[in-house]
C-alpha cells in the first residue's frame, strides 16, 4: 500500500484553518495566559479569527472546485454563500457570548458547592467558552461542503462536542443547563450512531463514501436498493435531528431553554445553517436522482414539523420554549425548499436561512435582556407590559416576532414567499397548503406575545429590562436593520444568491 | 416624481414630521396631522379633475423595478374604481382627525403615536388600491392590519386588546390563504411566459390553468376578501372590532379598509379568474343576500349602538357584494358607487355616535333618549346619517341601492327580491334607535348634554353636504365609476339582459 502525499487547496480551506488556528490559540491562552487578561484576549482572537476567515473566503468567493483536499470537500458558490452566512452570524454571536453574565463562574465546580460559591465572588468566568465555540464555527464550516459521508461525520461530531459542552455553562438554574446538555450529547450521540449506520449501508451500497459516487451509483442502478433506502433513511435521521424536525425535535425545547441564552442564539441560527447546508448538498447532489425514495418521506416529515411546532408553540408560557417550537416549524418550512429540489429551491432555502439566522440571533439577543435579580426572565407572563417599561426592546422583538410570522416588508415575508414559490413550482401542492396553515397558527403565538408586551399592564415583581452593553447592542442593531432591510429591498441579495448558488458535482 | 406615488408618500412625510414634534405639545401634533390629511384630500381632488374619464385604462402610471428575481415591480395607477376608493379614503381620514380632536387622548400610548399610525394607515390605503402589481398590493394588504391592530388595541375601550388580535388574525388568516394563490399564479405566470405580478399581464393566466386550479386560487382569494369585506358567515370578528375601537379607528375600518374586500373581488376575483368567478356566483348571491338579511336582524336586535352601526355594515356589504357578483353594469355601478357612499354614511353614523358616547360616557341605545331637545343639531345629524343608511331618496345611498337592486333583478330576479327585504328591515333598524334615543321624553342624566361645538361642526358639515349632494346628483362619480363598470362586464363575457316588456303577456 502506498501513500500519497495529500495535495490541498490551502486558499479555498483558509478560512477553515483559520478558524482552527483561533481557536488552538484559545485553547493555548487558557493555559498559559493570567486569568486577568484572558477574557479580552479571547474575545479579540475570536473576533479577529471570524474576520480574518470571512476575509479569507472572500478573496476565493469566485472560485469552485472538488479538489480543495482530495475531493473530500467541495468549494462552489452555495458553500461560499453558506459559509459567509455562518461567519457572519457566527461574529455577531460572539458579542452576545462575551455578555458574561450568562455564563457561570466555574463549569467544573458543583452547583451549589463551596468551590462555586468561591468562583463566583472571585470574579472567574469562563473564558474557554470562546474556543469552544471557534471549534463548533470550524466543524459547522467544513459540514455543509463536505462531499464523502466520512468528512461529513467528522464535521458533525466537530461542531456537536463544543456545543453540548456550551449548553450545560448556564450561570443561573445549572442544573436545568447541566441537564439539557446531557440530554442533547446522550441523544446527539443516538442520532450519530444513526448516521454512521446510514454511511455504512450507502458504501454497502454503492461501494464508495463520495457523495458524486453514490449518484453514479443511483444513476447505473446496479447496487440493492433497500440499502440505499436504509442508507438514506438512517443519514437522514442524523441530520434530521440536527435540524430539529419532528419526530427528532424532542432536544429542542429542553436544551434550548437550559442552554445560556447567548449560546441558544448562536446554536439556533449557526447550526440550522451548517446542518441544512449540508443537507440540501447530500440531497441535491448525492440523493437527486433517488427522488422517488426519499421525497415522499420528507414531504411527510416536513408536514408534520411544520404542524407540529406551529400547534405546540402555541401552548408555551416560556419565551425560549416558545422560540425552540417556533424555531421546529421554521425546520419545516426550510424542508421545503429541500424537496423542492431545484435551482430556485436552492436559492430560496439560503436566502431564508440567512435571513431566519439573523433574527433568530436578535430574539435571543433582546431575551438576555429581561432579567430581575435571579437573573433572566424567561416566563412570558411576566414579559406583560414590556412596551410601556421599554418601548424600543419590545418593539424590535415585536419585529422578530414578525418577520418569523412572515408578515410583508420583513425578511421572514420574502422567505416565505420564496420557499413556498419554490416548492410549488416543483408540484408540492401539499407543502404549500400546510406551510400556509402552519404560518396562520403560528402567528397566533407570535402576536399572543405582542399582546403581552403592548396591550397588558406591567407587573411589579422586578422584572426589568437592562441596559445592553455596547457589544449585545451591536448584535441588536445589526439584525434588526437586516431584517428591515432584507423585507424591504431583498433584489440585491436575492440577485446575488441567484447569480452565485450553485453545487459543483 | 410621479403624482400617485407622491399622494401615497406625502402622509408618510407627515408621520415624520409628527416624529420630530416633542410628545407634550399635543396640539402641535393635532394640527400637523390635519394639515398633512387635508393637503393629501387637495392633492388627490387634483388628480381626479386631471382624471381622464374616458380613458379605463390605468392612469398615473408608474412602475419601477422591486425584486426582478420574482418579477416583481412597484407598479401604481388608477383606473376608475380605485380613484374612487382612494378619494373615499383620504377625504375621510382628515374627517376623522377632525372629529375624533381628543380620541387620541387616554389610550396606551401618547397622542403622537395615535396620528403617526392613522397617517402610516392612510399611505397603506392609498397604496392598497393603487397596487396594479399583485404581489405590492398584497404588501399593503398585510402591513396595513399592523397600524390598525395596534390603534384599535391601544386607544379603544372595553375588551380593546381581544377584538384588535381576533381582527388581526381573522385577516391574517384570508391573507395566508391569499397568499398561497398568490404564489399559484405566480408559478403558473413563470411556466407561461415568465414570471409576473402584473394585473394585466395575469389576467391572461386564466387560459392556462385548469378549471379545478382557476377555483382553487380564485377561493383563495375570495376568502380572503369575503373576511374582510365581511360577508357572512366570516363576518364575527366585525362587530367585536367596531365595538372596540375609537369611532374614529371605526370609520376607517368599516369605511375604508373593508372596501379591500369588494375592491379585491372586483379587481382580482372577476379580472384573474373570470370562470372561476361565473361558477361560484350562485353561491356567493346566496351568501350576499343572507348577509344582507343577517346584519339587517342582528341590528334591530342590537343593544350598542356601535355594534349596531357594525351590524347595518354587513348588511349593507351584503348589498355590495351582490351587485359586483350580479354581472350587471348596472350592478357594478351601482356596487361601486355604494362603496362610496356607505363610506360616507358609515362615516356620519359613527362620528356622531362617537360624540354621544363621549358625551353620556355610554354606548348604550336605551341610556339616550330626548336628545332631540337637549342638542338638537346632534340629533339631526344622527337623523340624517341614520336615512342615509336606510337608503332615503334624496340621499346618497338610496341611488347606489337602487342601482345595484335593478342591476341584480335583471339577472337574479328572487335575490333581488329577499334583498328589498332588507330595505325594510333598514327601516326598523335605523327608525327604532332614531325613536329611542332622540325623541321621547328626555332620559334622566342627559338634561345638560352639550350640544356640537363648532369643531365638530366643521367636521360632520363635509360629511353631511357629500351625502346630500351625490343623493340628487351622483353624476360626478358615476361619470368616472360607468366606463370601469362596463369594461369589467364586458371582459367578463357577460352582456346586460334586456328586460322585456312582454314577458308578462
Known amino acids: 500500500m502506498t501513500f500519497v502525499t495529500p495535495v490541498l487547496n490551502y486558499a479555498q480551506l483558509a478560512p477553515i484553518l483559520i478558524v482552527f488556528a483561533g481557536a488552538i490559540i484559545g485553547v493555548l491562552i487558557e493555559a498559559f495566559a493570567p486569568r486577568a487578561a484572558r477574557h479580552s484576549s479571547q474575545l479579540f482572537i475570536s473576533t479577529f479569527a471570524l474576520v480574518a476567515a470571512f476575509a479569507a473566503l472572500m478573496t476565493v468567493r469566485n472560485q469552485s472546485s472538488v479538489d480543495a483536499a482530495m475531493g473530500s470537500v467541495a468549494f462552489d458558490g452555495a458553500a461560499v454563500l453558506i459559509q459567509a452566512s455562518i461567519l457572519i452570524i457566527s461574529f455577531l454571536a460572539i458579542f452576545l457570548i462575551a455578555d458574561q453574565e450568562n455564563f457561570t463562574a466555574l463549569a467544573a465546580a458543583v452547583p451549589g458547592s463551596q468551590e462555586e460559591r468561591q468562583a463566583l465572588q472571585g470574579d472567574m468566568r469562563v473564558t474557554e467558552v470562546y474556543p469552544l465555540t471557534l471549534f463548533a464555527v470550524a466543524g459547522m464550516l467544513i459540514f455543509p461542503i463536505a462531499t464523502d459521508l466520512i468528512t461529513l461525520f467528522v464535521a458533525l461530531e466537530i461542531l456537536s462536542l463544543p456545543l453540548y459542552l456550551m449548553a450545560g455553562l448556564s450561570r443561573r438554574r445549572r442544573l436545568m443547563s447541566q441537564e439539557s446538555a446531557l440530554k442533547y450529547f446522550l441523544l446527539g450521540a443516538f442520532s450519530s450512531a444513526f448516521f454512521l449506520f446510514g454511511i455504512a449501508y450507502l458504501y454497502g451500497y454503492s461501494g464508495t463514501i463520495t457523495l458524486s ?31 430539529g424536525a419532528v419526530p427528532f425535535h424532542a432536544w429542542t425545547p429542553d436544551v434550548y431553554q437550559g442552554a445560556p441564552t447567548a449560546i441558544t442564539g448562536f446554536m439556533a441560527a449557526a447550526t440550522k445553517i451548517a446542518a441544512f447546508g449540508a443537507i440540501l448538498r447530500i440531497f441535491y447532489v448525492g440523493f437527486a436522482n433517488a427522488e422517488w425514495q426519499w421525497k415522499p418521506a420528507l414531504v411527510v416529515i416536513a408536514i408534520i414539523t411544520m404542524i407540529f411546532g406551529s400547534v405546540v408553540a402555541i401552548t408555551q408560557r416560556d419565551v425560549k420554549r416558545m422560540l425552540a417550537y417556533s424555531s421546529i416549524a421554521h425546520a419545516g418550512f426550510l424542508l421545503a425548499g429541500v424537496i423542492a429540489l431545484s ?5 430560496s432555502s439560503i436566502f431564508y436561512l440567512f435571513a431566519y439566522g439573523i433574527a433568530t440571533l436578535g430574539a435571543f439577543a433582546i431575551v438576555t435582556l429581561i432579567r430581575d435579580s435571579a437573573g433572566e426572565v424567561t416566563d412570558l407572563n411576566r414579559w406583560s407590559g414590556l412596551g410601556k417599561r421599554s418601548p424600543l426592546v419590545a418593539s424590535v422583538f415585536a419585529l422578530y416576532l414578525l418577520t418569523f410570522a412572515g408578515i410583508p416588508l420583513t425578511s421572514g415575508f420574502i422567505g416565505k414567499f420564496s420557499i413556498f414559490s419554490a416548492a410549488y413550482e416543483s408540484g408540492s401542492t401539499a407543502i404549500l397548503i400546510t406551510g400556509v396553515l402552519a404560518s396562520a397558527i403560528a402567528a397566533f403565538f407570535y402576536i399572543r406575545v405582542i399582546v403581552l408586551m403592548f396591550f397588558k399592564d406591567p407587573v411589579e415583581d422586578g422584572t426589568s429590562v437592562v441596559i445592553p452593553s455596547a457589544l449585545t447592542t451591536i448584535t441588536i442593531a445589526v439584525s434588526a436593520t437586516v431584517t428591515i432591510l432584507l423585507g424591504v429591498f431583498p433584489a440585491p441579495l436575492l440577485n446575488f444568491i441567484e447569480t452565485t448558488a450553485f453545487f459543483i458535482r | ?38 393637503l393629501v384630500a387637495i392633492s388627490a381632488i387634483m388628480m381626479w379633475l386631471n382624471f381622464d374619464e374616458s380613458n379605463t385604462a390605468f392612469q398615473f402610471v408608474q412602475s419601477v423595478e422591486w425584486i426582478p428575481s420574482f418579477g416583481i415591480n ?13 378619494l373615499l379614503a383620504v377625504l375621510l381620514t382628515p374627517i376623522v382627525v377632525l372629529a375624533g380632536w381628543n380620541e387620541s387622548e387616554g389610550g396606551r400610548w401618547s397622542a403622537k403615536v395615535f396620528y403617526i399610525l392613522i397617517l402610516v394607515l392612510e399611505t397603506m390605503m392609498i397604496g392598497v388600491f393603487a397596487a396594479t ?19 384599535i388595541g391601544g386607544y379603544g375601550s372595553g375588551e380593546r386588546a381581544a377584538a384588535a388580535v381576533k381582527f388581526l388574525l381573522f385577516s391574517l388568516f384570508g391573507g395566508l390563504l391569499m397568499l398561497a394563490s398568490i404564489i399559484g399564479l405566480y408559478v403558473i405566470s413563470s411556466k407561461n411566459g415568465g414570471a409576473t405580478f402584473d394585473i394585466t399581464e395575469l389576467s391572461e393566466m386564466h387560459n392556462y390553468m385548469s378549471s379545478t386550479t382557476q377555483n382553487l386560487l380564485f377561493l383563495g382569494f375570495f376568502i380572503a376578501f369575503a373576511i374582510k369585506a365581511p360577508v ?56 350576499a343576500v343572507i348577509s344582507i338579511l343577517y346584519g339587517a336582524f342582528l341590528a334591530i336586535g342590537a343593544r350598542d349602538i356601535k355594534r349596531l ?21 348596472q350592478g357594478h355601478s351601482g356596487a361601486i358607487l355604494y362603496m362610496f357612499n356607505h363610506g360616507f354614511s358609515t362615516a356620519a353614523l359613527f362620528i356622531v355616535a362617537g360624540w354621544m358616547i363621549a358625551r353620556r360616557r355610554s354606548s348604550t341605545i336605551a341610556d339616550f333618549g330626548g336628545l332631540q331637545r337637549v342638542t338638537p343639531v346632534m340629533a339631526w345629524s344622527f337623523f340624517i346619517a341614520g336615512m342615509s343608511s336606510l337608503a332615503l331618496p334624496g340621499l346618497s345611498s338610496f341611488v347606489s341601492e337602487f342601482l345595484v337592486l335593478v342591476g341584480t333583478f335583471t339577472r337574479y330576479p328572487v335575490a333581488a327580491v329577499l334583498a328589498t327585504f332588507g330595505i325594510v328591515l333598514a327601516a326598523l333598524y335605523i327608525l327604532i334607535p332614531v325613536q329611542k334615543a332622540l325623541h321621547g321624553p328626555t332620559t334622566p342624566g342627559n338634561e345638560n348634554l352639550p350640544d356640537l361645538n363648532r369643531r365638530e361642526k366643521f367636521a360632520i358639515a363635509p360629511v353631511m353636504a357629500v351625502i346630500i349632494a351625490l343623493g340628487f346628483y351622483p353624476a360626478p362619480l358615476l361619470n368616472v365609476i360607468n366606463p370601469v363598470a362596463a369594461q369589467v362586464i364586458e371582459s367578463q363575457g357577460f352582456t346586460d339582459p334586456v328586460p322585456s316588456e312582454s314577458a308578462g303577456k
Not at chain 2, 314 to 320: A, E, K, R, W
Request: proline residues 4%.
Open chain 2, 74 to 86: 412597484y407598479a401604481v395607477g388608477v383606473d376608475g374604481l380605485s380613484l374612487v376608493l382612494i
Open chain 2, 232 to 287: 357572512w358567515p366570516l363576518h364575527t370578528w366585525l362587530p367585536d372590532a367596531a365595538a372596540s375601537a375609537t369611532p374614529g379607528t371605526s370609520v376607517l375600518l368599516l369605511g375604508v379598509l373593508d372596501k379591500v374586500g369588494t375592491f379585491g373581488m372586483i379587481r382580482f376575483c372577476l379580472s384573474l379568474f373570470p370562470d372561476a368567478s361565473k361558477t361560484f356566483t350562485p353561491v356567493i348571491i346566496t351568501l
Open chain 1, 343 to 347: 435551482k430556485s429551491g436552492l436559492d
Open chain 2, 1 to 38: 416624481m410621479n403624482s400617485l406615488t407622491l399622494l401615497g408618500i406625502l402622509p408618510l412625510i407627515g408621520a415624520l414630521l409628527i416624529a420630530v414634534i416633542p410628545a407634550e405639545q399635543v396640539l402641535r401634533v393635532k394640527q400637523a396631522a390635519l394639515g398633512t390629511t387635508i
Open chain 2, 133 to 151: 402589481d399583485v404581489f405590492l398590493f398584497y404588501v399593503f394588504f398585510e402591513a396595513m392590519l399592523i397600524p390598525v391592530y395596534f390603534l
Open chain 1, 213 to 243: 459516487g453514490i449518484q453514479e451509483s443511483i444513476v447505473g442502478g446496479a447496487g440493492n436498493d433497500i440499502f440505499l433506502l436504509m442508507g438514506i433513511a438512517f443519514l437522514s435521521v442524523g441530520l434530521l435531528f440536527k435540524v
Open chain 2, 309 to 329: 352601526i357594525a351590524y347595518t355594515s354587513i348588511s349593507h356589504f351584503g348589498f355590495i357584494t351582490m351587485g359586483i357578483f350580479a354581472m350587471t353594469t
